[in-house]
C-alpha cells in the first residue's frame, strides 16, 4: 500500500516539477499552491529542490510561499495553526491535505491512535469529522488501517511515507530503521528457538510412540506363544479342562454314574 501510494504521489507532482524549470517569481508562487491543492499530490521534496523555486526563500515577496512548500513537504497542521500568517492564505482544500499528511505523521509514530488524541492533532470538532477524514485517508491510499468505534482507536496497518528534512531527520530514520531491524531479528530469534523446542517435543513423543508400540507388541508376541504352548500340551495344560472336558472325561463320568446307580440299587436291596 506504502510503496502503491508513493510511486502515485511521485507521479502527481512529476507535471509540476516539469512545470518549475520555467517558472519564475509569481508564477513559481502560483505553481506551488496548485501542487499543495492537487489531488493525489502528497510528497513535496523534489519540488523543494526545484532552482526556481529555491529562489522564492530569499525572495521578499514570495517566501510565504516557499514556507508553504516546506509546511506540507514536512510540516503538521499545529505548524500553521501556531503560525498561520506565515504563510499564504490556505483554502479548504489545502487545509484537508495538511490535515490528510498530520495523519500520515500520527500513523508514522504510533501503531495505535486515540480518537482524542487525533482530534486534538488535527483540530476536529467530532468523532463523526475524525472518523470522515480517516476514511478519505484510505480511499486515497496514504493509510490503512482499522477504525474501532467501540474502544475510540484507529489501529494502524500501514502510511505513506512522508518527505525527509535533511540529514538530522534522516539520522532519526535510519536509528528507527536500526531499532525496527532489531526488534525483528528478536522476534525472529525466539520464534527460531519456538520452533525448536516443538522439534524437540515432537521428537520425544515420537520416541514414546515407538518404545508404546515395541512394548506392546512384545506382550502380544509373548501372549501368542503362551497360547500356542498351552494348546500343544494339550487342554488339561492350558488349564480349560475343568470348562470343556474331553470326550475321555465324559467317559470317566459316565462310568461314574453307572456305579453310584448300581450301588443306590444294591442300597434298596
Known amino acids: ?52 523555486i529555491r529562489e522564492l526563500k530569499h525572495s521578499e515577496e514570495h517566501s510565504s510561499a516557499y514556507r508553504l512548500l516546506e509546511l506540507f513537504a514536512y510540516g503538521v497542521h ?65 493509510v490503512s488501517g482499522r477504525l474501532d468505534e467501540k474502544s475510540q482507536i484507529f489501529q494502524v496497518e500501514g502510511c505513506l511515507g512522508r518527505d525527509v528534512r535533511g540529514k538530522p531527520e534522516l539520522e532519526n530514520l535510519v536509528k528507527e530503521l536500526e531499532r525496527w531491524s532489531n526488534s525483528a531479528e528478536s522476534a525472529l530469534q525466539l520464534l527460531s528457538e519456538r520452533i525448536d523446542q516443538i522439534k524437540q517435543l515432537d521428537a520425544s513423543r515420537a520416541e514414546q510412540r515407538r518404545r508404546h508400540d515395541a512394548l506392546l507388541s512384545e506382550h502380544l508376541q509373548k501372549a501368542a506363544r503362551h497360547i500356542h504352548e498351552s494348546n500343544s500340551k494339550g487342554p488339561a495344560a492350558s488349564g480349560y479342562s475343568a470348562f470343556f472336558p474331553s470326550q475321555g472325561n465324559e467317559h470317566m463320568m459316565d462310568v461314574g454314574s453307572d456305579d453310584l446307580s448300581a450301588a443306590r440299587r444294591e442300597k434298596k436291596k
Request: contains cysteine; charged residues 20%; negative net charge.
Open 1 to 52: 500500500m506504502a510503496v502503491a501510494a508513493s510511486t502515485l504521489a511521485a507521479a502527481k507532482l512529476e507535471q509540476f516539477m516539469l512545470l518549475a524549470r520555467s517558472a519564475k517569481g509569481a508564477s513559481a508562487a502560483k505553481l506551488i499552491e496548485r501542487a499543495t491543492s492537487a489531488p493525489g499530490c502528497f510528497v513535496f521534496a523534489e519540488l523543494l529542490q526545484q532552482p526556481s
Open 78 to 142: 499545529a505548524d500553521y495553526a501556531s503560525s498561520p500568517y506565515s504563510f499564504p492564505s490556505l483554502s479548504e482544500v489545502q487545509v484537508q491535505k495538511l490535515k490528510l499528511l498530520t495523519l500520515v505523521t500520527e500513523c508514522y509514530r504510533s501503531t495505535t491512535l486515540k480518537y482524542d488524541d487525533l482530534l486534538a492533532a488535527l483540530d476536529l470538532p467530532d468523532m463523526r469529522a475524525l472518523e470522515d477524514l480517516i476514511i478519505e485517508g484510505i480511499y486515497a491510499g496514504i
